[in-house]
Structures are given as structure tokens and as C-alpha cells.
């Protein structure tokens, strides 16, 4: 009997693990190939809002 439900739950998780590493990568491609930040503070912002005029991207760093 739990044979037949083998399928199933193949094809949910498929599906699952489908949309989570989908999910991953378009968010590193909007990123640029970046990890997401963590404990984002005002000098950070700043930083994010310079590279962003200099730039176009926040998450681009670019020496001139």
C-alpha cells in the first residue's frame, strides 16, 4: 500500500526543491552573484546608496 504513494511524493518533492532552487538562484542573479547582506546599519546604507549612483546596482562595487 505505501508503494503507490511513492510517486506522489516523489513528484511533491520535485516540486519543492524545483521552486526553492529556483527561488535561489533568481535572487543571486537580481543580486548579481552576491550573498544577501545581514546586519545592514546606516554606513552600509550609505555605501549601498554611493554604489547605487555609481554604479546602477547597490550590489556592484566598482573602483574608478
Not at 543571486?28 to 546606516?42: A, I, L, Q, Y
Not at 555605501?47 to 546596482?57: L, P, V
Request: charged fraction near 25%; hydrophobic fraction near 40%.
Amino acid at each position: 500500500m505505501w508503494p503507490e504513494a511513492l510517486p506522489a511524493l516523489g513528484i511533491i518533492a520535485g516540486a519543492i526543491t524545483f521552486a526553492g532552487a529556483g527561488l535561489h538562484f533568481l535572487n543571486r542573479w537580481e543580486r548579481g552573484g552576491k550573498n544577501k547582506r545581514w546586519s545592514v546599519d546606516g554606513w552600509d546604507r550609505r555605501m549601498m546608496a554611493r554604489d547605487a549612483r555609481i554604479t546602477g546596482s547597490k550590489y556592484k562595487q566598482q573602483s574608478l
